[in-house]
Nanobody
Framework: QVQLVESGGGLVQAGDSLRLSCAAS????????TAWFRQAPRNEREFVAV????????YVIDSVKGRFTISRDNAKNTVYLQMNSLKPEDTAIYYC??????????????WGQGTHVTVSA
């Protein structure tokens, strides 16, 4: 069973950048589709980005397209979310999550604890 731990959040100003990390243990990130979600206070959890297992295809939602990049470092067994040009509306708790299509997972079954991102105007 893979365990995920997020880090890299913080308090920044609008226009700043952050790189979030999702460190995995108990499994290889290259074997999982690994996604970033975010949840602002009293808001629904929102899917943000995903990188697929194996061939590392990526997808990000329109609201962060051109600003956020998801990537993976297999040697470090870590998935990253590079966030540039941050906006106050990006403020949320950011979670990473994983599923394994290779073994038949349809839902994101593995979740980290979250890392806080606060962007001031």
């Amino acid at each position: 069973q893979v365990q995920l731990v997020e880090s890299g959040g913080g308090l920044v100003q609008a226009g700043d950048s952050l790189r979030l990390s999702c460190a995995a243990s108990g499994g290889s990130v290259s074997d999982y589709n690994t996604a970033w979600f975010r949840q602002a206070p009293r808001n629904e959890r929102e899917f943000v980005a995903v990188i697929t297992w194996g061939e590392s295809e990526t997808y990000v939602i329109d609201s962060v397209k051109g600003r956020f990049t998801i990537s993976r470092d297999n040697a470090k067994n870590t998935v990253y979310l590079q966030m540039n040009s941050l906006k106050p509306e990006d403020t949320a708790i950011y979670y990473c999550a994983a599923r394994s299509p290779r073994v038949g997972d349809e839902d994101y079954a593995y979740w980290g604890q979250g890392t806080h991102v606060t962007v001031s105007a």
